[in-house]
């Protein structure tokens, strides 16, 4: 192809149907220029122009999702076809993209997906739910095994142990832990429990252990902390040393600590977005202190609260002042530099918490030094 008949063709792709007089299709654009239609002529849909394709491309052939899902893989680079899905999710919000098992099925699983399946769980069909949860929690999962060994090693200078003992072996084997922290799984059609999880006793004993409570902000911003935080309070949970409670908050708090040995269990219980009454978070996690000296207190949230933040201010200078280790993340991901309320930040960190925006290995290291 020429130059010119090749920017020809871009042009022609660029401008869609309102070239179809002036500009030629290049030799099998027809089917790339349907694939683009069906995501793009939304843009016309808000700004009151009928689309002759209807969403559907040219020449009257109908796309589905997931023959455009597959045709986009099939058109383009990789990277174009992963940047084509997020367009989809995050601007026009097709989420039949989430309500398709044949979609499902072939999604590529990393965070932005786990984040998109969190927000859309309460409108996946009941006839596929099942199987995103599942997708839910081998993500979850992955992301778990990656950072465990890191994590562990950060807080305890050791590799991480593959179980929440050292030895699992029957001797050590906690019966009692095993059906308590299972009865969440019990099946009525069976007639008993069925254990995600085996419990044993610890094999370190603790001396001085110390309690972790962490609160995450669950507005839509937050996602990523949250997937992180969740996952990260799985990691600590099952430490001998540390007694881990965690719970998420909007302008109400939900405790979730009896569910810190999965993360996807967390994960399926969070509902992101809403508003934020950080003082509220704040004023029940107080309750959860029984020794402040030695209480590592996270707070996890960018900082905008819809209450008056002076009284956060008090609470978390008295907490301080009573031996409480405060830290205040306004992110706790990869994903580099935040959105927060800096001055609220600034003002915390006058008062002497810990704050920053770190990944969850650098938060392990901050907790290593206080348990060192």
């Known amino acids: 192809m020429s130059d010119s008949a090749l920017m020809e063709s871009r042009w022609r792709l660029i401008l ?17 220029e349907n694939a683009l239609s069906f995501l793009y002529d939304r843009e016309y849909e808000g700004r009151g122009v009928r689309s002759e394709s209807s969403l559907a491309g040219r020449g009257g052939s109908v796309l589905t999702v997931p023959d455009w899902l597959h045709k986009v893989r099939k058109l383009f680079p990789k990277q174009t076809a992963e940047f084509l899905f997020h367009d989809a999710m995050e601007k026009y919000g097709i989420e039949e993209l989430l309500a398709d098992p044949e979609v499902l099925r072939n999604l590529e699983p990393d965070m932005k997906l786990l984040g998109k399946l969190l927000s859309f769980r309460s409108v996946i069909p009941e006839h596929i739910r099942s199987q995103a949860d599942e997708i839910i929690r081998s993500i979850a999962e992955e992301i778990r095994k990656k950072l465990e060994i890191q994590i562990t090693r950060a807080v305890t200078g050791k590799r991480a142990a593959t179980s929440n003992t050292y030895y699992r072996v029957y001797k050590n084997f906690d019966f009692k832990r095993t059906v308590e922290r299972n009865l969440k799984n019990f099946s009525p059609e069976l007639g008993t429990v069925i254990p995600r999880q085996i419990y044993f006793h ?43 409670h965690l719970a998420v908050f909007d302008t109400s708090v939900v405790d979730l600590s009896e569910y810190t040995d999965s993360a996807a269990d967390i994960l399926m219980k969070v509902q992101l977005g809403g508003g934020t ?12 202190i029984k020794n402040p000296s030695h ?16 009284k956060t201010y008090r609470k978390c200078a008295d907490m301080i002042e009573g031996g409480v280790k405060l830290f ?7 994903e580099g530099e935040p959105m927060y309320n800096r001055n609220a930040a600034k003002a915390l960190a006058k008062l002497g918490a810990k704050v920053g925006a770190v990944t969850p290995e650098g938060l392990a290291e901050w907790i290593g030094t206080i348990l060192s």
């Open 328 to 334: 205040v993340l306004p992110a706790l991901d990869y």
């Open 277 to 288: 009454d950080i003082f509220k978070a704040v004023c029940y996690g107080e309750t959860l």
């Open 295 to 310: 209480t590592i207190f996270i707070l996890i949230t960018d900082l905008y609260d819809s209450s008056d933040i002076r």
């Open 202 to 244: 610890d094999n370190v004993k603790r001396r001085n252990p110390y309690d972790i409570i962490i609160l995450a902000d669950q507005s839509g911003s937050m996602a990523n902390s949250l997937i992180y935080s969740a996952i990260t309070a799985s990691i600590f949970a099952k430490l001998p040393f540390l007694e881990t």
């Open 16 to 32: 869609g149907q309102f070239a179809n007089d002036e500009l030629s299709l290049g030799k099998g654009d027809e089917e790339t």
